[in-house]
């Protein structure tokens, strides 16, 4: 039976391949010129099972509240967006209690680690070529508050096999040397060994060709309006005017996909959570970090693929607004400053590629991956700041459950019914 899947990121490209792994036909559609080009496109790279808390933990509320007349704060919430985020935004702020929190926390964990397994595997397999690096991650700290908060839930995932080392300021140094300048900001770190990275764009165009080797159609230029039922049975989508017949269905239209899956009266709750990066060429900038380099205080991030360098982060509830905003790329400028400020003096500012994407945000953390509620029609979104790292492993979740075989991890607390 042939799947249509709406969304040419990494989420509707890695379901694809999965599903073709298992002999199923697809056809994914994807409204822009070409696949990876839209959340996927510049974002932080990293493949972390080390950090898969949900975004609205304890406290979130007064975070979110004092940031409305704040333009340097890292999560910002503006005014006029708090009406279209009213329903979302109740369900977030009562996910946000200890225990909600360590429980999505731990339920993503386990599926990021199954994930990243299965992204070595097959990008060892197809020798896809993404700039990868097994490096790990180095999570830097400037005050013993953020440092606790951090310990605390990598210990609760310590019992399910993250491994993690603490680092006084000597051994950060000796880890990443570049940090050398800034060691009296520093008070410690945390060293994930088993984290990498890779450039989720390149991840998603070695993703398009092997979907197409294997006998997949992708058509790009291709946006779709509508979802089609009849009597509780998928038949179908309309894409640029035309209908398309299909008795199977997979929504992975990232931020976008409530408003398709609306069309068949079927509700996720989801919202867009605007982030930046900046990316900088590094060639001529002496060596780069050999890890991630994740600064708690900031919640940025600073990653190198190949000879790129990337600064990552903000998190801002704008609606599907995408402009950039000067402060907020500045607000990245900062940071590249405080944690890196031999290699940023070298840079000019109008020699960047800045960008914004839209992370889909579920309420309570965990992404949506399974079956919705009209018969036919699978659902694979909602993975928030955790897509790239989750791909692979909601990908092949989805695809064992659209064949009937039971995955590999537990896909209960996925449940886009839940
Ligand atoms: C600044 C930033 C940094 C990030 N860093 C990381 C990181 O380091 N690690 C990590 O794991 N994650 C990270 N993320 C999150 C990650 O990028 C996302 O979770 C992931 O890209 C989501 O993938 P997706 O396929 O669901 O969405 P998308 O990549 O947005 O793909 C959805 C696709 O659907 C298409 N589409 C939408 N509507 C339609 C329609 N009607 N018809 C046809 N096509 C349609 C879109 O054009 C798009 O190509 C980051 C995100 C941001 C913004």
């Not at 700039?131 to 019992?159: E, K, N, P, Y």
């Not at 402060?327 to 109008?350: G, Q």
């Not at 909602?382 to 590999?408: E, F, Q, R």
Request: proline fraction near 4%; glycine fraction near 10%.
């Amino acid at each position: 039976m042939q799947t249509i899947i709406v969304g040419g990121g990494l989420i509707g490209l890695s379901t694809a391949h999965a599903l073709l792994e298992r002999g199923e036909e697809v056809l994914v559609f994807e409204r822009l010129d070409g696949v990876g080009q839209d959340t996927s496109f510049a974002n932080g790279g990293m493949l972390t099972p080390s950090l898969p808390e949900p975004w609205n933990g304890p406290g979130v509320f007064s975070h979110l509240a004092s940031s409305i007349f704040n333009p340097q704060a890292s999560m910002k919430l503006r005014l006029q967006q708090i009406p279209s985020l009213l329903t979302w935004g109740v369900r977030f702020l009562r996910n946000s209690s200890e225990n909600r929190f360590l429980a999505a926390t731990l339920d993503n964990h386990r599926l990021a680690r199954y994930s990243l397994e299965k992204t070595l595997e097959i990008s060892t397999r197809l020798n896809f070529q993404y700039d990868f690096s097994g490096q790990g991650t180095l999570c830097i700290f400037q005050d013993a508050a953020h440092m606790d908060d951090r310990r605390r839930v990598s210990h609760h995932l310590r019992d399910c096999g993250l491994q993690l080392q603490e680092l006084d300021v000597e051994q950060v140094v000796a880890r990443e040397p570049v940090l050398e300048s800034v060691r009296d900001q520093i008070i410690g770190g945390l060293w994930f060994p088993d984290d990498s990275r890779g450039d989720a764009h390149l991840f998603c165009r070695e993703l398009a060709s092997a979907v197409s080797a294997a006998g997949g159609e992708i058509r790009t230029g291709m946006s779709v309006s509508q979802l089609t039922c009849d009597n509780g049975q998928i038949t179908g989508i309309v894409a640029n005017g035309e209908s398309f017949v299909a008795d199977r269905i997979v929504v992975a239209a990232g931020s976008y996909s409530p408003n398709l899956l609306g069309t068949i009266g079927q509700s996720v709750s989801v919202k867009p959570a605007k982030g930046y990066s900046i990316t900088i060429d590094g060639s001529s900038l002496g060596e780069l970090p050999k890890s991630a380099i994740a600064d708690d205080s900031s919640h940025a991030v600073i990653t190198s693929f190949g000879e790129r360098l990337r600064i990552c982060g903000t998190a801002e509830f704008a609606g599907f607004d995408k402009r950039l905003r000067p402060e907020r790329i500045n607000n990245l400028f900062d940071v590249f400053e405080s944690v890196l400020p031999e290699m940023a003096v070298r840079v000019e500012r109008d020699h960047v590629d800045a960008w914004a994407g839209l992370r889909p945000m579920s309420d309570d953390g965990r992404p949506f991956i399974g079956a919705g509620s009209v018969k036919g029609l699978f659902i694979n979104t909602g993975h928030g700041a955790l897509g790239w790292t989750m791909a692979m492993g909601s990908a092949n979740v989805l695809a064992d459950l659209i064949c009937g075989t039971m995955p590999d991890t537990d896909h209960s607390p996925f449940d886009p019914l839940r």
